[in-house]
């Protein structure tokens, strides 16, 4: 919690406050040097707790296959690129997160708590781990 003190957040996330996502990323950033990266995995798992996500989505594949939808729907301002989500069979998605803002720890357990919400049995592969990272979702 000082960590977050530090950089000005307080219990805004609850107040529907907006924080610059500079901010964040600078917290992502020190909580993986004092604590180790695998932090991210678990930073990213609890995301889907508390984003917004469009009314009609129920299961795991939609909420895949409108993954980019809801990140901009809880992001606003300035260039935050994009998930860029293709379905390569019936139960394989590839999930290219390497324009966005968020290392490939996080982004893996962003996939990996998204499949906790909505119930989904998935293998998750990193394809690639530079930069967001590129993902192979088979469910």
């Known amino acids: ?40 995995v678990e930073v990213g ?19 895949l296959e409108s993954l980019n939808v ?8 300035g260039d935050i690129g994009d998930y860029q989500v293709t379905k390569t069979d019936a139960s394989t998605y590839r999930v290219d997160c390497s324009t966005v803002p968020y290392p490939a720890k996080f982004n893996f357990g962003l ?12 293998d998750i592969e990193e394809a690639d781990s530079a930069g967001g990272g590129v993902f192979i979702v088979k469910m």
């Open 70 to 77: 809801a990140y901009h729907m809880n992001h606003r301002n």
């Open 45 to 63: 798992k609890k995301v889907p707790e508390l984003s917004t996500f469009p009314p009609q989505i129920e299961t795991f594949a939609q909420v």
């Open 1 to 40: 919690m000082a960590l977050l003190q530090e950089r000005g957040v307080t219990s805004a996330v609850e107040n529907g406050e907006w924080y610059p996502l500079s901010t964040l990323l600078g917290i992502l950033e020190e909580l993986a040097r004092k604590v180790g990266s695998n932090v991210l």
């Open 111 to 122: 996939i990996r708590g998204l499949s906790n919400k909505f119930e989904a049995l998935v």
